[in-house]
Structure formats: C-alpha cells, structure tokens
C-alpha cells in the first residue's frame, strides 16, 4: 500500500499542473498564453502562418514542466527534438540560409535588372536598421532596459522586414532575444500593408502618386545568369562576411535561372523551403523563455520593430522622390520606394494597390518588385556588415 501511495506520490511530482505551481510556473504558464495568441494570430487572421503557427507551437512545447523538449532531461541526459534542431540549425546558422537559398530560387531579379537604379531604394529602406539601432541604444537610458551594441544591431536588424536574416544576425550577435525579435520581425511583416500606406501617402503628393513610368524592357536570359554570379563576385571581393546570405541567395537564383537544374530548383522553392520552415519556427519558439520575453526589454523590441519599418518605408519613398528630382526626364513613381522593405512580394503589392487607388490604370507591381528584390539584397549587406563590425566594436569597449 505504500509502495502505491510513494508512487502515485511520485507521479504527481511529474506532472504538468505540480510544474506550473513551482517557483517561475507562472511564467510558463503565461507564455503558453502567448503561444496560443499567436497560433490565433496565425491562423485565425493570417498573420505570417507558415512561420508564426511553427513559433507559436515551439513556444507551447518548450514551456512544459518537465517535458524536456527544448532542453536536455536531467535524468536521462537525452536532449529534447526541438533542443536538436535549434543546435543543429539555429547556433549553426545553417536553417537562414537554406531559407535564402529557398528564397533565391523563387526570385525574379528581372525588374531590378531592367532598372538598376531601383537598387537605390532597396538601399535607403536600410535605414530602418541603423535608425532603429541607434534607438536602441537610446532605451538603454530607461531603467530596466539594458540594449548593448549587440542586442541593438538585432532589433535593428527587424527594419529589414527580413525574418530569416533577423533569425540569423540574431542568433549571431545576441542569442537570449531570439524569440522577441523573430516574433516582432514576423509580426511585423504581415502589417506591411497596414503600416506602410499611412507613410506612403503621408510623404507623396498626388500628382507624385499618379506617376507612369514607362514599361520595362526585355531581361535576357543571359543577363539573368550572369546576374547572380556577378553578385557573388563583388560580395566576396567586398563583403565576405556577408558571403553565407547573398551566396545561398544566389545560388538558388542561378539553379532556377540557368534552366538545366529544373529538379533542384524545385526542390529549394517546395520541399527544402517547407521543411526548413517547420524546423526553423519550431527552433525559434523554443527560445521564447518568461524570464526573457515578459519584460520591459520586449515591449521596447516591439516599439522599435515599428519604428524600423517605418523609417524603412519612408527612406525608400524619399529616395524615390530624390532621384525625381535629379532626373526628372525619367521619374519614377515614389510609392515603388516602399517596396524597398525585402518583406517580398508582399510590399511590392502595397505599393501597387495604394497606386491604383489613385489611377486604376496605373500597374505599379512590376516595377515595385525592382526595389523589392534589392531590399532582399540590401538587407542581406546590412547583415553581413553588422556582424563583421559590431563584435569588433564591442571587443573594442570592452
């Protein structure tokens, strides 16, 4: 009778409600809550669901007492099957940049081609990064708020409207935030459409919105192919730290391009890219701890996740209207500014949507996906820069 009464005892040590009632229970408890607003978000408004469902499941299973399944059992040793993936693809980078190979092989780079001087706005919508960088820092100023350089080139990193390279700068440079800044970067990317038409029509004109801009030429499929190999080039002669992105990015690009890898391009643009996805979401929830997300630091990540994009929107949308002014025999419409974001083809579409508003006849998609794809790229630039200076600048500091 003992015997059963010990081991009743026992199991009631084990379970799930005994957990929950320990010392920092509630926190798990609160951040299943958050793992179920998430999955609402998800798949009840549609917010990012192939990247938020994953996050939010991943955010659930790792806050179960004692189930052990994003860290290592004590008793066991074993480690947890999302502690294996986060190891095998998150502290190793490997997961973002199979994700960019993925995203490589579905890119168009023909717009940008038969424009290059979109590259420019895809180029200026990168200074939501640094904008929010250096607000960042400023935070640190608020009692209870601790951003160093590395944590701040992170946050900074959500106003490339980038998931995946958010995922990677951050599992770089600051680790413990994993779970913050995916979460804002994803959220806010599938509030481009909410949050960029107030900006966009706040710094244009309506004669500027009702630009037509002459219709693209041809791409070759030469072009096409040395493109990426181009880019790769002039990233390893210039940036090699940004080499591991913009390589994988290309690469994928060519195998679709070059049209004798058919069965490897569409493995990279289907299977590898959702199967890297599950994994991929399933390894950054798991980083979404109570002791790291439910604080002030997190409500700050959220703010200047707002502030990136729409200081990253509003770069795109002057620069265009810049470039007007120094060649006016060739405008361009400054709403495809916007697009420079690399939340692809997402913000490209808002740009076209909020054009035809204003002329129902003006198709603005193909010429938004120009500055579109250079925000893929610029933002890839961005990352490799941060990476390569900011441990040098800390190092520095310290």
Same mark, same amino acid.
């Given at each position: 009778m003992e015997a059963i009464i010990n081991g009743f005892q026992q199991l009631m040590l084990t379970t799930g409600i005994y957990g929950f009632l320990q010392d920092g229970g509630w926190g798990n408890a609160l951040m299943i809550l958050v793992g179920f607003l998430l999955l609402y978000l998800g798949i009840k408004k549609g917010f990012e669901p192939l990247l938020l469902v994953p996050i939010a499941m991943g955010c659930i299973l790792s806050n179960i007492p004692f189930a052990y399944i994003s860290s290592v059992d004590p008793s066991s040793g074993d480690a947890g099957f999302i502690k294996v993936l986060f190891d095998a693809g998150i502290d190793t980078g490997l997961f973002p940049v199979l994700i960019f190979m993925g995203v490589g092989a579905m890119t168009d780079f023909g717009p940008l081609i038969a424009n290059p001087k979109t590259l420019l706005m895809g180029a200026a919508a990168q200074l939501g990064i640094f904008t929010?960088?250096?607000?960042?820092?400023?935070?640190?100023?608020?009692?209870?708020?601790?951003?160093?350089?590395?944590?701040?080139?992170? !946050? #900074?990193?959500?106003?490339?409207?980038?998931?995946? %390279?958010?995922?990677? @700068?951050?599992? /770089? +440079?600051?680790?413990?935030?994993?779970?913050?800044?995916?979460?804002?970067?994803?959220?806010?990317?599938?509030?481009v459409p909410i949050i960029q038409p107030p900006i966009m029509k706040a710094l244009t004109t309506k004669k500027e919105r009702l630009i037509r801009m002459q219709q693209l030429r041809p791409v070759s499929k030469t072009?096409?192919?040395?493109?990426?190999?181009?880019?790769?080039?002039?990233?390893?002669?210039?940036?090699?730290?940004?080499?591991?992105? !913009? #390589?994988?990015?290309?690469?994928?690009?060519?195998? %679709?391009?070059?049209? @004798?890898?058919? /069965? +490897?391009?569409?493995?990279?643009?289907?299977?590898?890219?959702?199967?890297?996805?599950?994994?991929?979401?399933?390894?950054?929830?798991?980083?979404?701890?109570?002791?790291?997300?439910?604080?002030?630091?997190?409500?700050g990540i959220l703010v200047l996740g707002m502030v990136a994009f729409g200081f990253g929107t509003a770069g795109g949308v002057l620069i265009a209207k810049l470039m007007n002014k120094l060649d006016p025999k060739h405008p361009v419409n400054p709403l495809i500014g916007s697009a420079g974001v690399s939340a692809v083809p997402m913000a490209a579409r808002v740009s076209s949507k909020v054009g035809q508003e204003f002329d129902t006849q003006n198709f603005l998609l193909m010429h938004a996906m120009g500055p579109n794809v250079s925000g893929v790229i610029g933002s890839a630039v961005a990352a490799g820069v941060l990476i390569s200076v900011v441990p040098t600048m800390m190092s520095a500091i310290v």
């Open positions: 929010a960088l250096i607000g960042a820092l400023l935070l640190s100023f608020i009692p209870g708020i601790n951003f160093d350089l590395n944590v701040a080139a992170s !946050i #900074g990193i959500i106003g490339g409207a980038d998931g995946p %390279t958010s995922i990677y @700068v951050t599992s /770089r +440079l600051a680790p413990q935030y994993l779970g913050s800044i995916a979460v804002a970067a994803y959220s806010y990317m599938a509030l072009e096409k192919i040395v493109f990426p190999i181009m880019v790769i080039t002039v990233c390893a002669i210039l940036l090699p730290s940004a080499c591991s992105l !913009i #390589g994988a990015l290309m690469f994928g690009n060519l195998a %679709t391009e070059c049209g @004798v890898m058919k /069965r +490897l391009s569409d493995t990279m643009q289907n299977a590898l890219m959702n199967t890297v996805t599950i994994f991929l979401g399933l390894a950054v929830g798991s980083k979404m701890a109570a002791e790291v997300f439910l604080n002030l630091e997190t409500l």
